[in-house]
């Protein structure tokens, strides 16, 4: 009979700007983690990217060497590839998982738009995705996508966790930005918490570390296959299932 127990799940997102030179550096960051999301993985198809204690899900971006994302879930959870999720556009990439034995079952999706193409609103609507400035996030300013990105979200039941707090910088203009923006829907927001750390790592993004407060099902036996086809991305949503 499985188990039922209480976990609140540890998860850390991060732009790393290539996670192929910081992997010393994750070893001991794994230590405290559940779930690591990364999205600017730059990995190629032959770099070898496994930890023990760790199941690996990519996505490699084929058309060019920055990108990609990674998500490396402990052996302990269940999960499946979301399916069904994608974008048309070529500067979004979207894609997620869904761990499968924690109540309520969790919606894991991130999504990343690479800078210098504006998106319409129609195109929002059917993305929901960023690298978006607006104020009522703590920008300094309001761009195009950022307002588009906007008057989509309002149509959404989704809730923004880090609106006040700072997660780009550039050391060398002395500039800041909010644009790597932690949502939950409304049903699971009282269980999300989400800080920003102190610490880039050597990025220019910093990471976001993210508690959420859900109960587990211990298995006895489990086995789970993912595959994946290449892409890239910046956006992460958590999704509770009713």
Known sequence: ????????????????????????????????LD???????????????IFA????????RQDKIRGGIVILIRNH????????????????????????????ALDLLVCYRA?????????????LNFNSHHINWNCNKTDSNGENFYNSLL??????????????????????????????SNNLTHRVNANVLLDPW????????????LEKYVYRKRSFKLKSVGTKWDLQVLVSRP
């Open 202 to 213: 050597g990025s220019d993004h910093f990471p976001i570390d993210i508690e959420v407060d």
């Open 115 to 127: 800078p210098g193409v504006t998106i319409s609103e129609t195109q929002w609507d059917q993305v």
């Open 53 to 60: 204690g760790f199941k690996t899900f990519r996505q490699d």
């Open 77 to 104: 959870l269940a999960y499946n590839e979301t399916q069904n999720i994608s974008s048309s556009l070529p500067s979004i990439v979207i894609a997620g998982i869904t761990i499968t034995n924690v109540k309520p």
């Open 155 to 184: 149509k959404t039941n989704l809730i923004l966790h880090n609106n006040n707090t700072h997660t780009y910088e550039q050391t060398q203009n002395d500039y800041s930005s909010n644009i790597d923006l932690i949502f939950s």
């Open 1 to 32: 009979m499985d188990t039922l127990i209480q976990k609140n799940l540890k998860i850390l997102f991060w732009n790393s700007k290539s996670i192929v030179n910081k992997k010393e550096e994750l070893r001991k960051i794994l230590t405290a």
């Open 35 to 49: 779930i690591f999301i990364c999205v600017q993985s730059w990995l190629s198809k032959n770099d070898n990217f």
